[in-house]
């Protein structure tokens, strides 16, 4: 016989795996079987791994297809489409496919794939859940997106992730609910892990991470998710996407020895020698597989030995993860755990949201995490690979391949390299060649300049570095970036731009600051700590928490440290108005607590000195009982509101200038500021409470009040500057609250309205306080919002116990036990 | 020297520090953000202000008088400023903490 007799080879199953598998067969031995495929779904063969971008509408189906039906009938295969087989007969060496079909085989290969893994969760089969496994999947997603509702997906790994990400770009409303505390957490470190949340909320997509799934809700269609801890999460549509098993059914009714999954040897074959498995059926030396390289390379090992090569034999190789989803790169490779043997170096760019982590063992790769920029992955990949020591490049080998061998690549050069159209600021969509030709045109010389001019780094600000990179560029030695003063040692960043960071990147803890903006030291100092804790106070009311151990000694311990180390205690004088019963309850604990010093302040209040620390719970107990709370005369805050005695005795007096002290001083005590505030209302122009070189003063006049501010008499002596003239209190007040929460908004810390207005100036104070209603009203309800969480008198709580330990001693040591 | 039982380090807040008053003067005891336990004599050499009332960072503190930093490590004053104040033992055992007290500086006290 001339030519051999064609052998019958049978698939079950028509993935990615098979499919490659036929490629390579066709190749080594073409004409060698008749094939006849069997494909549960109704098509052809197509790329699974891209059915996320035909959710997100990035693909048609059809540009997803790997083998078009031309493909099957050119290479003379006879493909089943929506044939499941449902019996093999390994005597009989046929398949039975559930339309009745009965096709004999010499050689079978099984490639079943996986199966979505459904939660026993009851309402697990109500109308509206769905897996993400194939285009059925995927068409019934889009069409449940139509609604532009609430969709719920379970599981945050790879699968979840995407599908998410399609249904958000499909416009519904999508919530993540992960069972672990960080998203990909088999694959990504927990620090990537938390980048990658933030990147997945930022689009919009809410993450619920360690969600108990407890039961899926609904009549006859879904209505919503209900979790362990009873929080009900409303969908029409629930994705479960919490995993894959390897589908063996087939298999293992058939007597093939399985475990995970159909048990293949390192050629592919299963137990018995003429039926092979490939795929994400298939488990080879103990491991089962979902990404498409390991699958691949099992797709060939399997041809091979179709073809008749019986030395060819599956190699594992760790496969690198990416996430498709637009705009999130994402790479990991590996084992990333920690371990006494292995060591790490870590990158983080925090402005531009990477972190890269090699983990080293032997001075070799073991594992990779990169997010964020995932460039130099490969190249990783690749070391890791050939097992390359790395000792010579360590120092550098985080930077990527560009910075080895040779001259690391300068950061201004590589702007320079970067194309006109290059795009700098994401947020604001600003060029390179635009932010040139600004600097150029309008002689540019200040990062505020460009920002206002061109936009560019005025959002989100994590592009600075590249802006003022361009303005040496381009300016040379006449830009000097270091003009900007750093708040401290331990950061290169101003005042100014941690506060436009802490609002634009929503930090809202310290640590969360200093992780984000890449502080130098681990835990800051005592210059940044209160500076921070301050803007966190001020920017999220009710959200941060103040942090105690960051705070100068004066506001923690709500006193006034003196030299000796002993305290003063201001109690608060509404407006300077006191009486015989709090006058007598002063002169008690004087008595009671034989305090040295009593003394008139100069915001017309009194001031007791000389008190230990242990005492000061004590005195406040007794002050309270007579009605005093808290002066804050220690206080970055509101100190006093100074009066006159106005209409109420002065033959001269225009208004109740006491009254609206007083009325000023209950509305905004206990609110933090940048520095102290001082206040005054003086009842006509003669001027008595010495408004004119307060922070804030009111001159009462017969048509109203002149509000003034921007005085000082301390270090610096300075009249008031006028605000404007209002008619009623009430206008008085918004006014001034207005003002202040632009200052307490606005201002660096410890610095004084008076240094502020002279940066800010006083035309743009005006227009947003006086000026501009709407902006005023903002202010004034920011204010009044905060006041909630500020307006509690300290000296009670500590009183009723807090922090008691601030005023005991750990332990006293006595004589006795130091001698004995 | 004398190891004396002086409580426990979770009385200690995080970045903060504790007093104890002892015949040889006040003795601050530290807990830093990574739990580690110092003791300084509570005495600025500066102008004598209480270093338990600074702000702690790192394994500093800041005096709350005049802002000299101070490291809890070694006593001696940070940055531009000279000199030292005495540094005692600490020891822990399980959560007790334990102070070295100069038992001869005590009986002559």
Redesign the interface.
């Given at each position: 016989m001339g030519q051999l007799m064609k052998q019958r080879l049978v698939i079950v199953g028509n993935g990615m795996a098979p499919g490659r598998m036929l490629e390579h067969l066709l190749d080594a031995a073409p004409g060698r079987y008749d094939v006849t495929i069997f494909n549960a779904e109704p098509r052809v063969n197509y790329d699974r791994i891209m059915l996320s971008p035909v959710l997100t509408g990035e693909k048609e189906f059809e540009q997803i297809i790997i083998h078009g039906d031309g493909w099957y009938i050119k290479n003379g295969i006879t493909l089943y489409k929506g044939h499941k087989i449902t019996a093999i007969d390994r005597v009989a060496k046929t398949v039975t496919s559930d339309h009745g079909v009965v096709e004999p085989y010499d050689k079978l290969v099984i490639a079943t794939g996986s199966v979505p893994l459904i939660l026993p969760v009851p309402g697990n089969n109500l109308a509206g859940v769905l897996s993400f496994r194939d285009l059925d999947d995927v068409n019934a997603m889009m069409l449940a997106a139509q609604s532009r509702s609430k969709a719920v997906v379970i599981g945050g790994g790879l699968l979840g992730l995407e599908a998410a990400a399609g249904l958000k770009m499909q416009e519904m409303d999508v919530t993540v609910l992960h069972l672990m505390p960080t998203l990909m957490e088999r694959q990504l470190d927990p620090a990537a892990g938390y980048l990658l949340q933030k990147s997945i909320e930022d689009r919009g997509i809410k993450v619920i991470t360690k969600a108990v799934t407890k039961a899926i809700l609904g009549e006859r269609k879904v209505e919503g998710v209900e979790l362990a801890d009873g929080r009900i999460i409303p969908a029409t549509l629930v994705v479960m996407a919490a995993g894959i098993r390897p589908n063996i059914g087939l298999a293992k009714d058939a007597g093939l020895d399985v475990n995970r999954g159909i048990l293949a040897g390192k050629g592919m074959q299963t137990s018995d020698p003429d039926i092979l498995a490939v795929g994400e059926c298939a488990e080879v030396a103990g491991q089962v597989y979902g990404l498409v390289a390991p699958l691949y390379e099992m797709a060939r090992v399997a041809a091979a030995k179709l073809a008749g090569d019986d030395n060819a034999e599956f190699v594992h190789s760790d496969t690198p993860t990416k996430l498709k989803v637009t705009g999130i790169d994402l790479f990991s490779l590996g084992d990333f755990a920690d371990g006494d043997d292995r060591q790490e170096i870590v990158l983080r760019d925090a402005s531009a949201g990477v972190y890269k982590r090699l983990v080293l063992k032997d001075d070799r790769i073991i594992g990779t995490v990169l997010f964020g920029d995932t460039a130099d992955g490969a190249w990783f990949n690749d070391l890791k690979k050939k097992q390359t020591d790395i000792s010579e490049m360590r120092e550098t080998l985080i930077f990527g391949q560009a910075y080895q061998g040779g001259t690391p690549l300068d950061p201004t050069a590589a702007v320079a390299a970067l194309p006109d159209d290059a795009e700098i600021c994401g947020c604001n969509g600003v060029c390179k060649g635009k932010i040139v030709g600004e600097i150029r045109a309008k002689g540019l010389t200040s990062l505020d300049d460009v920002r206002a001019h061109t936009k560019a780094s005025a959002s989100c600000g994590s592009c600075t570095g590249l802006v003022e990179q361009l303005m040496t560029l381009t300016l040379g030695d006449a830009y000097n970036p270091a003009a900007v003063q750093p708040m401290c040692g331990c950061t290169s960043l101003g005042h100014d731009d941690v506060r436009r960071l802490i609002k634009a990147k929503s930090l809202k803890s310290i640590n969360a600051v200093m992780q984000e903006l890449e502080w130098k030291t681990s835990c800051g100092c005592a210059k940044c700590r209160p500076a921070l804790n301050y803007y966190l106070v001020c920017d999220w009311p009710g959200e941060y928490a103040d942090d105690y151990q960051s705070r100068f000694i004066n506001e923690r311990a709500h006193a006034n440290i003196q030299k000796d180390g002993t305290y003063s205690v201001v109690p608060r004088m509404w407006g300077g108005v006191t009486s015989a019963k709090e006058l007598r309850a002063i002169a008690d604990v004087v008595d009671k607590f034989n305090i040295p010093t009593v003394k008139v302040t100069g915001g017309q209040r009194i001031d007791m000195l000389g008190i230990k620390k242990e005492d000061l719970p004590a005195v406040w107990a007794d002050l309270g009982k007579a009605g005093f709370v808290s002066g804050h005369a220690y206080a970055k805050g509101l100190r006093t509101v100074k009066t006159c005695v106005g209409t109420d005795w002065c033959r001269f007096g225009t208004q109740d200038s006491t009254g609206l002290g007083i009325r000023i001083e209950k509305f905004m005590w206990g609110s933090w500021t940048p520095a102290k505030v001082k206040m005054a209302v003086s009842g006509c122009p003669r001027n008595c409470a010495e408004a004119t070189c307060k922070d804030v003063g009111v001159i009462c006049v017969d048509s109203g009040f002149e509000i003034h501010f921007a005085g000082a008499a301390g270090l610096d002596i300075k009249g008031t500057e006028v605000l404007g003239l209002v008619k009623t209190e009430d206008e008085a007040l918004e006014v001034i609250v207005a003002l202040v929460q632009m200052y307490r908004e606005q201002a660096r810390y410890l610095e004084r309205i008076y240094k502020w207005t002279k940066r800010i100036g006083i035309p743009e104070i005006r227009r947003q306080v006086l000026d501009d209603a709407e902006k005023r009203k903002g202010y004034f309800d920011r204010f009044v919002y905060s006041q909630k969480f500020a307006q509690v008198d300290p000296w009670s709580e500590r009183v009723s116990g807090l922090h008691k330990h601030e005023f005991r001693p750990l332990a006293t040591v006595g004589m006795a036990e130091a001698a004995e | 020297m004398?190891w004396?039982?002086?409580?426990s380090a979770s009385?200690?807040?995080?970045?903060?520090a504790?007093?104890?008053?002892?015949?040889?003067g006040k003795i601050a005891?530290f807990r830093?953000?990574?739990n580690r336990i110092f003791a300084i004599e509570d005495h600025c050499p500066h102008?004598?202000?209480?270093l338990s009332?600074?702000?702690?960072?790192?394994a500093a503190v800041?005096c709350?008088?005049h802002?000299w930093?101070i490291s809890l490590e070694t006593g001696k004053a940070l940055g531009a400023d000279e000199g030292a104040v005495r540094t005692l033992e600490v020891k822990a055992e399980g959560d007790k903490l334990f102070?070295a007290?100069k038992?001869a500086a005590?009986?002559a006290?």
């Open positions: - | 004398k004396v039982e002086i409580g009385d200690i807040p995080q970045r903060g504790r007093c104890i008053e002892t015949p040889e005891v830093t953000a990574d102008r004598g202000g209480p009332q600074g702000i702690v960072h790192g800041t709350p008088l802002n930093v102070l007290i038992a005590s009986r006290a």
